[in-house]
């Protein structure tokens, strides 16, 4: 079954591995070794973002680097960002409420 | 507006859930108004350019706000708030659904929880919102269709505001 994009992300570990990717391409073990994890959880974690296609594979001599796919990531962030965002201008309305009914007091 | 007021935003599909935490310079009393009042909701409770507009609000346990948002186009969003707990200053629940201007509910809807906690003059709202599917999540911002253009700076910072 594909990867649904929303369960890819609610875990933290896989989160740390995109910042990082999004950064840097990396191997397996290169990913293995900067969060001190087995080899086999990170296949784990791995398979489940390729599946959802937030990263991507690229062949490199003997190894495989992964590369953090920005394009599929734009699409679920821009959906949540909108939420996000809506959130924020109504705080920020409410900040300047807040500063105005304390003056008038 | 003063940066140094937390904002957390993370959204747990999983458990169909949103968490939102948010800080304002004022006392909990007066925050208090802000979220329970509806001529106070409705200066702040749509992000601009859309504005909230409240037909009635009994804020009692059982009572309903009936409100609307609006578009600048003039389209209109009708939700209703039912209210199935309340403790004064601290805390209140209600039950949200969208609704034809007739107030008729479409269902389900989502569950809404409220916390205030106050600490040096600062107050801390702390936003709980349970989908019963997390379709109707995404409905929820048809809502809130804005103009907005994500680069991949403000991922790094969402990501680190989902961390």
């Not at chain 2, 507006?1 to 599909?13: E, G, S, T």
């Not at chain 2, 006392?27 to 350019?49: C, I, K, M, R």
């Not at chain 2, 008729?104 to 919102?129: C, M």
């Not at chain 2, 997390?134 to 929820?140: D, P, Q, S, T, V």
Request: hydrophobic share 40%.
């Amino acid at each position: 079954m594909k990867q649904d994009i929303f369960q890819a992300i609610s875990d933290p570990t896989r989160r740390a591995i995109l910042a990082l990717l999004a950064i840097q391409t990396l191997t397996p073990n290169a990913m293995a070794d900067k969060f001190d994890m087995s080899r086999q959880a990170v296949s784990k974690h791995i398979k489940v973002l390729h599946e959802c296609e937030l990263i991507k594979p690229e062949q490199s001599g003997r190894e495989i680097y992964y590369h953090f796919n920005a394009k599929k990531m734009q699409e679920f962030d821009h959906w949540l960002a909108q939420f996000r965002k809506s959130w924020e201008t109504q705080f920020n309305q409410l900040d300047q409420l807040l500063t105005t009914i304390k003056e008038q007091e | 507006m003063n940066n140094d007021l937390l904002f957390d935003f993370n959204v747990d599909k999983a458990a169909k859930t949103v968490y939102i935490t948010r800080e304002f310079n004022a006392g909990q009393s007066l925050v208090w108004d802000a979220f329970t009042n509806a001529e106070l909701l409705d200066q702040w409770g749509a992000p601009a350019p859309m504005r909230a507009k409240t037909k009635y609000m009994n804020f009692e346990v059982g009572g309903r706000r009936f409100y609307a948002m609006i578009s600048p186009d003039g389209q209109e969003r009708w939700s209703v708030q039912e209210f199935t707990s309340i403790t004064p200053k601290t805390n209140f629940k209600m039950y949200n659904a969208f609704a034809d201007k007739d107030e008729n509910r479409e269902l389900p809807g989502s569950e809404w929880d409220y916390n205030f906690s106050e600490q040096n003059g600062i107050t801390k709202v702390h936003i709980v919102i349970f989908n019963e599917s997390f379709e109707r999540l995404e409905k929820l911002l048809e809502g809130f269709k804005i103009g907005f253009t994500m680069t991949l700076k403000n991922l790094e910072e969402l990501l680190t505001t989902l961390s």
